[in-house]
């Protein structure tokens, strides 16, 4: 005659669904570990400050070079944070680029039908891959923005073009510019959750943050230029602007407005990536 069989340990509270519960804060730092174990997030942030405070320091050269052969109206409105508000012109396509790769690297190798067998809330997902990439930007972005300010006014200082972090505004210029770095990494991931494609999303991006802000120039008359103050680039790097120039939104309104459209590109992301595959 068979043993009996032992009795069944008893069930944990919750059932079996509390044993397969992930907390939110499990998958932060999943992705803070997936984030800095990545060799391309370490190359794609040096790129960008590369990029950002060499082109800051050549902007400072240009400037002045050529301050004295400016017109009247050039002269009144320079600002010594001028360089590195034309440097962010290029700058933020790389930092966007690191937001597109976040998420597209894991569609191209597979990873993540893992991840979401892992984490299947995609909502706390995708909200703890955005709070870690703007952790990280944010943090990089302030330390580049204040390395590209140091660096444009010991060239500026040359031509007393130079101005200091106590000047009106220019502190919350600077600190400004690491927010505005995040927010364009924050819309890029949005961006490359919606078409999960690298290439595809870079472009993307590039056409958003820097193509759109070239052809809003040459919009004509006072309707072309509401239009162009309202364009993402545009409104974004109004925080650069120490005091409030007659082409720009008010600084902090410019941000607010980028803020809101990283949001709805969140928004439709998130929209999206609830109802698809993987």
């Given at each position: 005659m068979a043993a009996p069989a032992p009795p069944a340990p008893p069930a944990p509270p919750g059932g079996a669904r509390a044993d397969r519960r992930v907390r939110f804060g499990h998958v932060l730092s999943a992705e803070w570990t997936k984030i800095r174990t990545v060799k391309s997030t370490f190359w794609t942030l040096l790129a960008g400050?590369?990029?950002?405070?060499?082109?800051?320091?050549?902007?400072?050269?240009?400037?002045?070079?050529?301050?004295?052969?400016?017109?009247?109206?050039?002269?009144?409105?320079?600002?010594?944070?001028?360089?590195?508000?034309?440097?962010?012109?290029?700058?933020?396509?790389?930092?966007?680029?690191?937001?597109v790769?976040?998420?597209?690297?894991?569609?191209?190798?597979?990873?993540?039908?893992?991840?979401?067998?892992?984490?299947?809330?995609?909502?706390?997902?995708?909200?703890?891959?955005?709070a870690v990439l703007g952790a990280v930007v944010l943090l990089v972005g302030i330390a580049v923005s204040f390395a590209?300010?140091?660096?444009?006014?010991?060239?500026?200082?040359?031509?007393?073009?130079?101005?200091?972090?106590?000047?009106?505004?220019?502190?919350?210029s600077v600190v400004g510019g690491g927010v505005y770095l995040a927010l364009i990494a924050v819309l890029a991931l949005g961006v490359g959750t919606l078409l999960r494609h690298t290439a595809g999303s870079v472009v993307a991006v590039f056409v958003l943050m820097f193509v759109l802000g070239i052809v809003g120039g040459f919009l004509p008359g006072a309707w072309g230029e509401?239009?162009?103050?309202?364009?993402?680039?545009?409104?974004?790097?109004?925080?650069?602007?120490?005091?409030?120039?007659?082409?720009?939104?008010?600084?902090?309104?410019?941000l607010g407005l980028f803020a809101l459209y990283t949001l709805a590109v969140l928004a439709a992301a998130l929209a999206l990536f609830e109802r698809r595959d993987a």
């Open positions: 400050a590369v990029v950002l405070i060499g082109f800051s320091a050549l902007w400072a050269l240009a400037f002045s070079a050529s301050f004295d052969d400016m017109s009247e109206h050039d002269r009144a409105t320079f600002t010594p944070m001028l360089p590195t508000q034309v440097a962010f012109y290029f700058g933020m396509v790389v930092f966007g680029a690191l937001g790769l976040v998420i597209t690297s894991e569609h191209a190798t597979g990873m993540i039908r893992t991840a979401l067998t892992a984490v299947p809330r995609r909502a706390h997902y995708l909200a703890a891959k955005t590209c300010f140091f660096v444009s006014q010991g060239i500026l200082a040359s031509k007393d073009l130079d101005g200091s972090l106590g000047d009106p505004g220019m502190a919350r509401k239009v162009n103050k309202v364009l993402p680039s545009n409104a974004g790097n109004a925080i650069l602007s120490p005091v409030r120039r007659s082409d720009q939104l008010a600084p902090w309104t410019g």
